[in-house]
């Protein structure tokens, strides 16, 4: 059923039925109400496309998730098994639906996959749109802001002196203090050779994490000694690769501070293997407090973030702004919290 004949059917014109549609003010509430009852009636819904080019709001977001891999790469599932993942895709679902909003979700495994993105936008399947997993400072992503489309980020630095920044929202967790909070915990347990395995150098959590292990230290009057620092990834291979290294480095540390919880997995699994025990040889420190973290043994330690706050905060964000028209383009920073369980362990001075 096309809308010409709803109009018929109402009594009204085409655009009339197209201003109900809409939910455009000027149509009297009897002729609003008559044109819904045939809606209804007929089981009318009308075309996606025919609405946007009536200049109505499409409400659908994207939510798009970064998982670039090197070539031959074969770890496709990485992102679908991730609890961190998981908990933020499924929070944006549900809070979206509660805005009367759909979401699109699409994974991005090589550059090529942002061509589709870039579509999305251009062709108004979407009306915003969420990322996630990117690397810090991501050109193709700078290009879709840049050309105007409302885009949220979830995990990137925020420099007030760039312009393209400048036309986006951004959520982030308290990287930086987390990391701090975490170092400073084990320095408090008289720990002074702490390691740290990073998720590389690409992400800003990555990086911020770093810094704020290397400041807890310099505040405490420790020197940070880079071959305590293992550059990794945030899996729990990577972790176990990680700590392998450290351990076959001969090198004296008696903590662990891993920038996630997959990677402290990794890491404790790799001291075991050693014939090493956790926290009574090496005191091990996560970060993200995923569901597993606490039922882990021993039951780990770490930094919990709170992703469904910021999930909540993103969705509700860019809805808000795609409702309102708004320009603005606020910066979050979510606050974290130190989880204590017993995979750290008090040394005696």
Known sequence: MKSSEIAKLAGVSRSTVSRVINNYS???????????????????????????????????????????????DSLKNIITKSPYYLEFTS?????????????????????????KIKEYFYNKTISGGIFIGQNDGDESIKAIINKGYKVLLVDQSIKQNDETYNKCMIVNADNYNGAYNATKYLIDMNHKNIAHITGGTVKFSSNDRIRGYKKALEDSGIKVDQELIIN??????????????????????????????????????????????????????????????????????????????????????????????????????????????????????
């Open 26 to 72: 000027n149509v009297p509430e009897k002729t609003r109400e008559k044109v819904l009852k045939v809606i209804k009636e007929y089981d009318y819904v009308p075309h996606a496309s025919a609405r946007m080019l009536a200049g109505s709001k499409n409400r659908v977001i994207g939510l798009f998730i970064i998982d670039l891999m090197c070539k031959g």
């Open 91 to 115: 929070s944006v679902i549900e809070m979206a639906s509660e805005m009367d909003y759909t979401v699109l979700v699409h994974i991005i495994h090589t550059v090529d996959g942002y061509e």
């Open 232 to 349: 990794s990834e945030f899996v729990e291979n990577a972790g176990y690769d990680a700590a392998k290294k450290l351990l076959n480095k001969n090198i004296n540390f008696t903590a662990i501070f891993a920038s996630n919880d997959k990677i402290a997995f990794g890491a404790i699994k790799a001291i075991k293997e050693a014939g090493l025990k956790v926290p009574e040889d090496i005191s091990v420190i996560g970060f993200d407090d995923i569901e597993s973290a606490k039922y882990f043994t021993p039951p780990l330690t770490s930094i919990r973030m709170e992703l469904v706050k910021m999930a909540d905060i993103a969705t509700k964000s860019i809805i808000e702004s795609i409702e309102n028209d708004s320009k603005f383009s606020p910066k979050y920073v979510v606050p974290v919290t130190l989880i204590k369980r017993k995979s750290c362990k008090v040394l005696k001075e």
